[in-house]
């Protein structure tokens, strides 16, 4: 059974960096073509879709947080990364790591996806 486990700070100072990990467990990331995302939810709103790494380690990001957002990918470790630089009180979210067989870019409805996280509380205050 495959499963995806976020982990990170649970509180975060405006202007940190905010540095997510996602470990995968049951699926080698380097055994297979894969894509492995992002998706946050903030209190109150929609799901919003951050970004995603393939396994050749091409990115793909929101245009509207591109400048901030990074994704690493560490196939040794079995684990991808998100980092959002200069966070402000509107990153406050609840984020998920997902993984899919094909790109879905914008792509937010966790059906779609053939694997998502439980998701972890991120809040960002001073």
């Not at 975060?12 to 894509?35: I, N, R």
């Not at 990364?81 to 406050?92: G, H, I, K, N, W």
């Not at 067989?101 to 001073?126: F, I, N, P, R």
């Amino acid at each position: 059974q495959v499963q995806l486990q976020e982990s990170g700070p649970g509180l975060v100072k405006p202007w940190q960096t905010l540095s997510l990990t996602c470990t995968v467990s049951g699926h080698s990331m380097s055994a297979d073509w894969f894509y492995w995302s992002w998706i946050r939810q903030p209190p109150g709103k929609g799901l919003e879709w951050m970004g995603a790494i393939a396994t050749s380690g091409s990115t793909y990001y929101n245009p509207s947080i591109k400048i901030r957002t990074s994704i690493f990918l560490d196939t040794a470790k079995n684990q991808f990364t998100l980092q959002l630089l200069s966070v402000a009180p509107e990153d406050t979210a609840v984020y998920y790591c997902a993984g899919s067989k094909k790109l879905l870019l914008g792509v937010t409805e966790a059906a779609v996806y053939d694997y998502w996280g439980q998701g972890t509380q991120v809040t960002v205050s001073s």
